[in-house]
């Protein structure tokens, strides 16, 4: 599974509990998703730097990828091509 969805479902469920909890204590909706917010930020901040890191080097390894594939640019260039061969057709008399 992918870090990124790993460390989003955490996060998710480390809300999900702490908003349940709180609205089991009776607090108002909006007080129990703020504090909810700032619980699941701090656990996984402290407890799951592991996937945190995985996480950023999912982004770094995206980063280093080459941004042009080289089939794509060969295909790019033999459509063009095509086209000016066909341009030149249409310009004869």
Same mark, same amino acid.
């Given at each position: 599974?992918?870090?990124?969805?790993?460390?989003?479902?955490? *996060?998710?469920?480390?809300?999900?509990? /702490?908003?349940?909890?709180?609205?089991?204590? /009776? &607090?108002?909706?909006?007080?129990?998703?703020?504090?909810?917010?700032?619980? #699941?930020?701090?656990?996984?901040?402290?407890?799951?730097? /592991? &996937? *945190?890191? !995985?996480v950023a080097l999912d982004? $770094? #390894?995206? *980063?280093?990828?080459? $941004? !042009?594939? @080289?089939? $794509? +640019? %060969? +295909?790019? !260039? #033999?459509?063009?091509?095509? #086209?000016?061969? %066909? %341009?030149?057709? %249409?310009? *004869? @008399?």
């Amino acid at each position: 599974m992918s870090p990124w969805i790993q460390y989003s479902l955490v *996060r998710l469920g480390l809300f999900g509990v /702490s908003f349940g909890l709180l609205m089991a204590v /009776s &607090l108002d909706w909006w007080w129990a998703a703020i504090i909810a917010t700032i619980i #699941a930020m701090t656990v996984s901040y402290i407890f799951f730097s /592991s &996937l *945190r890191d !995985a996480v950023a080097l999912d982004l $770094a #390894a995206r *980063r280093e990828r080459p $941004a !042009a594939d @080289p089939d $794509a +640019e %060969a +295909e790019d !260039a #033999a459509a063009d091509e095509r #086209a000016d061969d %066909a %341009a030149e057709d %249409a310009a *004869r @008399p």
